[in-house]
């Protein structure tokens, strides 16, 4: 056990205190549904913004982004910059059409478009996929900083999280899960850049850390030859994981439906896009000064070897109390959303009489029941990618084309239809099962030459493209060969019938747009378009 300094455990029991604080006070007024899960739907832009980055930003952030710069450096962070661009298509595309929708969830919303089939597909996938990426990789970085700052061992650090993160959102809702995320979100962003800022000091500053790497390390724009960030994987591949990420999966658009009105939620995901510029520098440059002050540290000990070895006692509790937020965040929100799904999704139909006290009971027997599932995958990680952010990367990789296609061309295509989406989410869901499947497969026993180790060494960008034009074009094809939707099906749900709201649409108030809301979204848009075009430009 490491011997904790006095005020480092202060600092930390602080954190805890706050957080917890939080949540008890908005766990007294939770009562109706839409109390409860939606936090009542009068969140502001700011709490909705810091909210959606503190709930993307966890542990394994702070260890994969690290680890990855030490490995290959800065090209991990197009992943962080594109999410930019993306957030503003949540924003201007898709809220305006969750809102109209009045829906709680986003199988809800898929249900409304298409058929029920494609509702049960999403909300099965998404638990899914929350116990392989969402709940198992928070806990094993965050267990793997706790080992190396206090000397818990996994499963100690992995219930402790739970627990702690468990009191407040349980108790509280999406309220408590939002409110607490402000604070978490400017918590790791501190911490963050004091790490940044002490370790950029002892290495002579950015023109130091420059001179000390090689030039590569700099260039963010790699090419197609790359085995992890091929130029055309990044800019083709990875925004088809961000549309899925950010504008389709129920953590993180549940935040823009709590939002007061649709011009709040918009405002809430241009300032997300804002913050998401961060993580480069605060959390890829920090791998970098690793390499250069312990070069025998490789992959993902690198954020923690900073951490123990390059602060002083206090700043380390504060990078601890930063990295605690950052796996809280993301355990809370991923908590509510599960509760949401499983209650809306399944029990509420099954039980359309159950009470409130009832859902909620249920939505805390399934988040535990995902949470061991989640700490059970744990060990099986390492087959996938030894660098933790990759890792992740690639299993979204196999989960968002086609649901990424069904969402897109829903909104913007009138003429596609449930048998159409259905087929298509099958068929990701064929083509994704057998590429992670045998890529784990390869990881315990290595294939030989052949067309399954060719297949199994497809870049997973690459590959999450064929998959989006796969589904994209069984998607077009079966919803051709198939009756197009009623036009009282679709009323508010795609472009071409917007207008036709009915009984169910949001009123003026409720869009809350006016001129210069308007006009101030535009502004920071494009001004944040520019910034990341003139970031790249820099980093080529």
Same mark, same amino acid.
């Given at each position: 056990?490491?011997?904790?300094?006095?005020?480092?455990?202060?600092?930390?029991?602080?954190?805890?205190?706050?957080?917890?604080?939080?949540?008890?006070?908005?766990?007294?007024?939770?009562?109706?549904?839409?109390?409860?899960?939606?936090?009542?739907?009068?969140?502001?832009?700011?709490?909705?913004?810091?909210?959606?980055?503190?709930?993307?930003?966890?542990?394994?952030?702070?260890?994969?982004?690290?680890?990855?710069?030490?490995?290959?450096?800065?090209?991990?962070?197009?992943?962080?910059?594109?999410?930019?661009?993306?957030?503003?298509?949540?924003?201007?595309?898709?809220?305006?059409?969750?809102?109209?929708?009045?829906?709680?969830?986003?199988?809800?919303?898929?249900?409304?478009?298409?058929?029920?089939?494609?509702?049960?597909?999403?909300?099965?996938?998404?638990?899914?996929?929350?116990?392989?990426?969402?709940?198992?990789?928070?806990?094993?970085?965050?267990?793997?900083?706790?080992?190396?700052?206090?000397?818990?061992?996994?499963?100690?650090?992995?219930?402790?999280?739970?627990?702690?993160?468990?009191?407040?959102?349980?108790?509280?809702?999406?309220?408590?899960?939002?409110?607490?995320?402000?604070?978490?979100?400017?918590?790791?962003?501190?911490?963050?850049?004091?790490?940044?800022?002490?370790?950029?000091?002892?290495?002579?500053?950015?023109?130091?850390?420059?001179?000390?790497?090689?030039?590569?390390?700099?260039?963010?724009?790699?090419?197609?030859?790359?085995?992890?960030?091929?130029?055309?994987?990044?800019?083709?591949?990875?925004?088809?994981?961000?549309?899925?990420?950010?504008?389709?999966?129920?953590?993180?658009?549940?935040?823009?439906?709590?939002?007061?009105?649709?011009?709040?939620?918009?405002?809430?995901?241009?300032?997300?896009?804002?913050?998401?510029?961060?993580?480069?520098?605060?959390?890829?440059?920090?791998?970098?000064?690793?390499?250069?002050?312990?070069?025998? !540290?490789? #992959?993902?000990? *690198? +954020?923690?070897? =900073?951490?123990?070895? $390059?602060?002083?006692? &206090?700043?380390?509790? @504060? %990078?601890?109390?930063?990295?605690?937020?950052?796996?809280?965040?993301?355990?809370?929100?991923?908590?509510?959303?599960?509760?949401?799904?499983?209650?809306?999704?399944?029990?509420?139909?099954?039980?359309?009489?159950?009470?409130?006290?009832?859902?909620?009971?249920?939505?805390?027997?399934?988040?535990?029941?995902?949470?061991?599932?989640?700490?059970?995958?744990?060990?099986?990680?390492?087959?996938?990618?030894?660098?933790?952010?990759?890792?992740?990367?690639?299993?979204?990789?196999?989960?968002?084309?086609?649901?990424?296609?069904?969402?897109?061309?829903?909104?913007?295509?009138?003429? !596609?239809? #449930?048998?159409? *989406? +259905?087929?298509? =989410?099958?068929?990701? $869901?064929?083509?994704? &099962?057998?590429?992670? @499947? %045998?890529?784990?497969?390869?990881?315990?026993?290595?294939?030989?030459?052949?067309?399954?180790?060719?297949?199994?060494?497809?870049?997973?960008?690459?590959?999450?493209?064929?998959?989006?034009?796969?589904?994209?074009?069984?998607?077009?094809?079966?919803?051709?060969?198939?009756?197009?939707?009623?036009?009282?099906?679709?009323?508010?749900?795609?472009?071409?019938?917007?207008?036709?709201?009915?009984?169910?649409?949001?009123?003026?108030?409720?869009?809350?747009?006016?001129?210069?809301?308007?006009?101030?979204?535009?502004?920071?848009?494009?001004?944040?378009?520019?910034?990341?075009?003139?970031?790249?430009?820099?980093?080529?």
């Amino acid at each position: 056990m490491t011997q904790v300094p006095t005020i480092d455990i202060v600092i930390i029991a602080s954190y805890f205190a706050v957080v917890l604080g939080i949540g008890f006070y908005f766990s007294r007024s939770r009562q109706t549904s839409t109390d409860y899960f939606l936090a009542s739907r009068d969140v502001g832009w700011f709490a909705v913004g810091a909210s959606l980055f503190a709930t993307n930003i966890s542990s394994e952030h702070f260890i994969g982004l690290s680890g990855s710069g030490a490995s290959t450096g800065l090209p991990i962070g197009h992943f962080e910059w594109l999410a930019c661009l993306i957030v503003l298509l949540l924003g201007w595309v898709f809220v305006p059409f969750y809102h109209r929708s009045r829906v709680f969830t986003m199988p809800e919303f898929l249900e409304r478009r298409y058929n029920h089939a494609c509702r049960m597909y999403l909300t099965s996938i998404s638990i899914i996929a929350y116990v392989l990426t969402k709940i198992a990789v928070a806990l094993y970085a965050g267990a793997l900083l706790l080992k190396f700052t206090i000397g818990w061992d996994f499963y100690t650090s992995a219930i402790v999280l739970v627990v702690l993160t468990g009191i407040y959102t349980i108790s509280g809702g999406l309220a408590a899960v939002i409110y607490t995320e402000v604070v978490q979100a400017f918590i790791l962003i501190g911490g963050a850049l004091l790490l940044t800022l002490v370790g950029l000091d002892r290495v002579g500053g950015f023109a130091g850390l420059r001179a000390a790497l090689p030039p590569d390390y700099f260039d963010m724009i790699r090419p197609l030859s790359d085995p992890d960030f091929p130029w055309t994987g990044i800019f083709l591949g990875a925004p088809i994981l961000g549309i899925w990420y950010w504008c389709t999966d129920q953590v993180i658009v549940q935040k823009t439906l709590s939002a007061r009105n649709v011009a709040q939620g918009r405002l809430g995901s241009i300032f997300a896009g804002y913050l998401k510029i961060l993580p480069v520098f605060i959390l890829v440059l920090p791998g970098l000064v690793a390499k250069v002050l312990y070069p025998e !540290v490789s #992959g993902d000990e *690198a +954020f923690p070897t =900073l951490v123990v070895r $390059l602060l002083p006692p &206090g700043l380390t509790g @504060i %990078l601890v109390a930063a990295l605690l937020a950052a796996v809280m965040s993301s355990l809370s929100a991923t908590f509510n959303s599960s509760s949401t799904l499983i209650t809306f999704d399944f029990y509420q139909r099954l039980h359309p009489g159950a009470s409130e006290r009832q859902l909620v009971h249920v939505g805390r027997v399934a988040t535990g029941v995902m949470v061991v599932l989640g700490i059970l995958w744990v060990p099986f990680m390492k087959y996938i990618s030894s660098q933790l952010f990759i890792y992740l990367q690639s299993v979204q990789a196999y989960i968002s084309p086609p649901i990424a296609a069904v969402f897109l061309l829903g909104v913007f295509w009138k003429r !596609v239809n #449930g048998a159409g *989406a +259905f087929a298509a =989410l099958i068929t990701g $869901l064929v083509l994704g &099962g057998v590429r992670f @499947i %045998l890529e784990v497969w390869n990881g315990i026993q290595p294939f030989g030459p052949g067309w399954i180790l060719t297949l199994v060494k497809i870049n997973f960008l690459h590959y999450a493209v064929y998959m989006f034009l796969v589904c994209t074009a069984v998607l077009v094809i079966v919803s051709l060969l198939t009756p197009a939707p009623s036009r009282r099906q679709l009323r508010g749900l795609t472009y071409a019938t917007a207008a036709d709201t009915g009984e169910e649409g949001a009123t003026v108030a409720e869009v809350g747009d006016t001129p210069r809301l308007r006009a101030a979204s535009w502004f920071f848009t494009l001004l944040l378009i520019l910034t990341l075009i003139s970031l790249w430009y820099y980093f080529r």
